[in-house]
């Protein structure tokens, strides 16, 4: 897997076969996914609507919140990491796979939800059925506009054959069925 430092350096590259890709790719990657799950996730909501994504900017990847003195107090936390952050619509999005059925991980997850939420952070878990559903994906991205003050707005002609494809290409990069 790339990084971005790694993907800045392809891209500089001259006659190899597809920098101009990278160059693409670069300008809409987050750093710091931790799980492939997350980085689909990140790029379905991250990437412009020209390319299938929800065009959602202001996000960062597992991303520290330090708590306020209410929050640490209603979670006994100090912080939370998110697994995307969206400061200007004050959500977080948490992928829960299997390990977040876990007692220990489930009693965490708490945890930190009440140290957000006291802090006026909502919290939207996803999971590996929504990250196969364009509606739910898109019903998230409205929440997250409507939370950052602004109209979700889609007018890139055939947005659903880019969405779908967008999904597609990362869950083939991963190893993952196309829906």
Known sequence: MLSLKHLKLYT????????RQCRKALGIALENARSPM??????????????????VRDMH?????????????????????????IPT?????????????QHGARIHDEKRNAGLAAMDIQVVALNSEQLKNIEALEAIARLIYRRSGKRYQN?????AVKQ???LNGL?????????
């Open 38 to 55: 997350e980085s689909i996730a990140a790029a379905m909501f991250h990437a412009p609507h020209a390319y299938g994504g929800f065009n």
């Open 12 to 19: 500089k590259a001259t006659g190899i076969s597809g920098t």
């Open 155 to 159: 007018r890139t002609k055939g947005s």
């Open 61 to 85: 990847l597992n991303c520290r919140v330090d708590f306020s003195q209410n929050a640490r107090a209603a979670s006994s936390m100090p912080y939370a990491v998110c697994d995307a952050y």
């Open 171 to 179: 869950r083939t990069f991963y190893g993952l069925k196309p829906i």
């Open 89 to 101: 619509a004050r959500i977080a999005l948490e992928y829960n796979g299997g390990y977040h059925d």
């Open 164 to 166: 779908i494809e967008l």
